[in-house]
């Protein structure tokens, strides 16, 4: 049984590599992020990487098993670069202040308006 568990958490994990997850977003070295603008350029990768999968018109109900797992997996590493922020003190503020964050703004919007589509 723990070879059966474990064959199956190596092929999990290659699916992730071998197919991708979101290309420049699986690189995004989270502990690598020293400063706000850093955490706000790392939440526009992601978010890009998002927006190529609900771009889709039929994304929520033609979604492939590999793109749910990479929705999965970008969700959780947005979710590990917010905590990251939260460990290292750094603001909303903080965020708010850097050049890209307008960029952040826009991108998540066009996220919303492709969610609301459906």
């Not at 190596?10 to 850093?38: M, Q």
């Not at 290292?88 to 919303?112: A, N």
Request: aromatic content about 6%.
């Amino acid at each position: 049984m723990k070879k059966v568990l474990a064959l199956v958490s190596v092929v999990f994990i290659a699916s992730f590599l071998l197919t991708g997850c979101g290309g420049k977003a699986e690189k995004i070295k989270v502990s690598n992020l020293e400063d706000a603008c850093d955490h706000v350029d790392a939440m526009i990768t992601i978010n890009e990487a998002i927006l190529d999968l609900v771009d889709d018109e039929n994304y929520k109900y033609d979604m492939s098993m590999d793109d749910m797992r990479k929705m999965d997996y970008l969700r959780y590493k947005m979710m590990m670069v917010q905590a990251h922020a939260d460990e290292e003190k750094i603001s909303y503020k903080d965020m708010k202040d850097c050049e890209s964050w307008e960029e952040l703004e826009k991108i998540e919007e066009e996220i919303d308006d492709a969610r609301d589509k459906q």
